[in-house]
């Protein structure tokens, strides 16, 4: 299974809308087939494992990460390309929480009189789909919140610089966090300051950044500052697929990016007010911040705009990551 997951990486940046998931077939002690889910509309990983195996398959343990579908999309259920290939044995990770799927693909393979094992390395399996997963379940995206920050906790100066707080290492990371993302959210404040492409460039990521589906860019701009505009300084602005939300309600926001765009990963990078309304409002999943060896002043701006009253009503944070890139340390935090 740990290898169905590390095949399933392989798909992180490529597979949006759909999950990335990876399987390896198992005959005999031995593997005889792997694959992933490299893009939607293009077979899924079980039909990619099972044309490696070949007759191989015949009595053979498929470990999969997530549930095989069991409904005909843009391709054929996988389930059933399972049952044809005479696999005695499915190991699955966790079931699809997808309505169409929701156990319908396990039902179908123990009716065809296949063994059928559920809930191994779920967890692991699970971090692959964060989005996915909760989208499903709850029609709200995971919501990740970036912000690159000096040690007191400043992002730039009092004037707005800010190119650049942390380092090339640091930034270039921020690029897997875009490229898994179905959308980008900004505030018109950080357009106009920053003049931000917010789109993914990275030569890193172990695929071509073309096969990168891009990300949607939202500005939030309640006071309708900016517009599509071909002629316009702003880049963000050039470009007709950028989305404008003049609404205070970001939650109606996030529902509005998972049914009518499927953004099931959303990244926000913005300055201090949208940041901390965010926060505020309990709509952030993850917070990570790149913290650069510097000191910028109590003159300079601050990572949020966010003032507790008292102790009681602070936010705390579990750390769940923490790995130095380049000069910079990077924080992984998840709310309590």
């Known amino acids: 299974m740990m290898l169905a997951i590390e095949q399933g990486k392989r798909g992180l940046y490529t597979t949006r809308p759909n999950p990335a998931v990876g399987c390896v077939i198992v005959q005999a002690e031995s593997i005889v087939g ?198 316009s300084d702003y880049q963000l602005c050039r470009r007709p697929e950028t989305l404008y939300w003049h609404e205070d309600n970001l939650m109606a926001l996030l529902k509005n990016l998972v049914s009518e765009h499927q953004c099931y990963e959303v990244l926000v990078e913005a300055g201090a007010s949208v940041a901390g309304s965010f926060l505020a409002q309990q709509l952030v999943d993850e917070l990570i911040v790149y913290q650069a060896p510097c000191l910028l002043g109590a003159q300079a701006r601050p990572m949020v705009n966010f003032n507790p009253l008292s102790l009681a009503q602070q936010l705390r944070f579990d750390i769940d990551n923490y790995e130095q890139i380049g000069a910079d340390l990077k924080l992984t935090l998840l709310p309590l």
């Open 34 to 231: 792997q694959g992933f889910h490299p893009k939607a509309g293009e077979p899924h990983a079980e039909v990619f494992a099972l044309k490696e195996a070949g007759t191989r398959a015949v009595g053979a343990t498929a470990y999969v990460t997530l549930e095989p579908c069991s409904h005909t999309g843009r391709t054929p259920p996988c389930a059933l390309a399972l049952i044809a290939a005479d696999v005695k044995r499915v190991v699955i990770a966790g079931l699809d929480p997808n309505p169409q799927v929701a156990g319908r693909g396990v039902r179908l393979l123990e009716e065809a009189g296949i063994d059928v094992t559920i809930g191994v390395l779920t967890q692991q399996a699970e971090a692959l789909n964060r989005g996915f997963l909760k989208a499903m379940r709850t029609q709200m995206p995971y919501v990740r919140l970036k912000i690159a920050t000096s040690l007191d906790g400043r992002t730039a100066m009092a004037t707005g610089e800010s190119k650049w707080i942390t380092g090339p290492a640091a930034r270039e990371d921020v690029q897997k966090l875009r490229a898994r993302s179905g959308a980008i959210i900004t505030g018109s404040e950080t357009v106009i300051a920053d003049n931000p492409q917010l789109n993914v460039r990275s030569t890193q990521l172990g695929v071509h950044s073309d096969q990168v589906p891009t990300p949607i860019v939202v500005v939030l701009d309640r006071r309708r500052r900016l517009a599509h505009d071909l002629q």
